[in-house]
């Protein structure tokens, strides 16, 4: 079935952070929404791209990679793709960031890291 996705609606069904939810399946692939708010922790995935697209607010990426640890801020309407094996860690600069990400659907939100904050099976809208 064929459906369109608000995502101001969408942001609106969403009362905690870093908590995706899945809002299209694209082949292997899934678009997910969260709100973000303070930071995440370092992680990596091993064979996962993700890509970040900020809705709203101002999102920090911190990186650490072959050229060392540094960070790239994102305003709304830009994104960043972080590709496999880069460790990296996002943090709202606002007061929450509202963020759609590209992801395989085998993406967990921690990466290789499990945890408390691990989501396995993340809630469709």
Do not use: Y
Not at 5 to 12: I, Y
Not at 45 to 68: C, I, P, S, T, Y
Not at 76 to 91: L, T, Y
């Amino acid at each position: 079935m064929i459906k369109k996705v608000n995502l101001a609606d969408a942001f609106a069904t969403i009362s905690e952070a870093w908590s995706p939810r899945i809002a299209g399946d694209i082949n292997d692939m899934q678009v997910k929404i969260a709100k973000f708010k303070g930071q995440f922790d370092w992680h990596h995935h091993d064979v996962e791209d993700e890509l970040f697209l900020v809705v709203k607010g101002k999102l920090r990426m911190g990186l650490r990679d072959g050229d060392g640890k540094h960070a790239i801020d994102l305003d709304e309407g830009e994104m960043i793709i972080v590709p496999h094996g880069v460790k990296h860690r996002p943090e709202s600069l606002s007061d929450e960031c509202h963020v759609l990400m590209l992801e395989p659907a085998s993406t967990l939100n921690t990466g290789i890291e499990q945890n408390e904050r691990t989501l396995s099976d993340p809630i469709r809208l």
